[in-house]
């Protein structure tokens, strides 16, 4: 763009989240971002965004927790950010090598009914063991903080599913003790360890086998009461082992992982397909 290392764009979006299974509610999201991205050499990258959104907490059952049902309604969220990151990879949909380092963060309260500050950083790096040995290890950090306000539940952090194998989506963090509702947490912690490997098939096939072991856990929220809500900040382990097949359409997996540390009111999954590439 311009003969420069610049990169323009717009999204426009409408999202509907079926939460019921794991948080008693439904959501909606209708809005649009702006954004502009520039290198500033091979490896840094930087873009800035602003993104202005309307969200709905809808179809709350009668059931839910408490803490959902007092966020019932519609809230707007006018927001900027940024995302940094320094890329040394030789290749981001299938890296062998180097490493990946990543900072966001999102202010929002320029408008609209949400105020919060959020910071991610997201830090991997990968070694090349042998001819298709790879020993990817990875590690995830967030925190977001209200600004005179609590943060609300579509907000939170949630861990599980993709994000912590052998736990089910939401499976890990507070969770309301009579309905069971995920309630999702400030602050995150997560990390993975994976290696991948090849089976002995045809390279032309694009399957190969994966072990890995995840690591994580989640923080309180915003008015969280010990009466009612089962809520513990220690580290949940899992292990497993998985096949991968570099589909046309992108990476498929199919995962099989079991927890190592749990809480008694964690939930579990031991069996997860995913499509698309971890970060």
């Known amino acids: 763009f311009l003969d420069r290392d610049l990169a323009a764009g717009f999204d426009v979006f409408a999202i509907q989240r079926n939460l019921q299974r794991e ?15 520039f290198g500033y050499n091979e490896s840094w990258r930087q873009q800035i965004n602003y993104t202005a959104k309307q969200d709905k907490v809808e179809n709350v059952k009668s059931t839910a927790s408490t803490v959902i049902k007092q966020q019932e309604g519609t809230y707007v969220q006018s927001s900027v950010g940024q995302v940094l990151s320094y890329d040394t990879r030789d290749s981001r949909v299938h890296p062998f090598e180097g490493h990946v380092i990543r900072l966001t963060n999102d202010v929002a309260g ?11 950083l997201d830090v991997a790096q990968y070694f090349s063991l042998g001819e298709q040995w790879v020993l990817k290890l990875s590690a995830d950090t967030g925190y977001i903080a209200g600004l005179g ?41 997560s990390g993975t360890a994976e290696m991948t490997f090849p089976l002995g098939l045809p390279k032309e096939l694009g399957i190969s086998g994966k072990a890995f072991s995840d690591f994580g856990t989640l923080g309180q929220f915003d008015g969280l009461k010990s009466t009612g809500v089962d809520y513990a900040a220690t580290m949940r382990v899992s292990v497993g082992t998985g096949v991968v097949w570099e589909s046309p359409m992108g990476p498929l997996s199919i995962d099989l992982g079991v927890p190592l540390r749990k809480e008694a009111f964690d939930k579990t999954e031991i069996f997860r397909f995913n499509f698309g590439t971890r970060f």
């Open 149 to 189: 306000k609590d943060v609300r539940i579509g907000q939170r952090y949630f861990l599980g599913g993709d994000t912590l194998r052998g736990f089910s989506v939401a499976g890990v963090g507070p969770r309301d003790k009579a309905s069971k509702d995920a309630l999702g947490g400030n602050w995150m912690v």
């Open 23 to 37: 948080s008693s509610y439904d959501s909606s999201s209708l809005g649009g971002a702006l954004r502009l991205g």
């Open 110 to 120: 320029l408008g609209g009914t949400d105020r919060f500050l959020r910071t991610n």
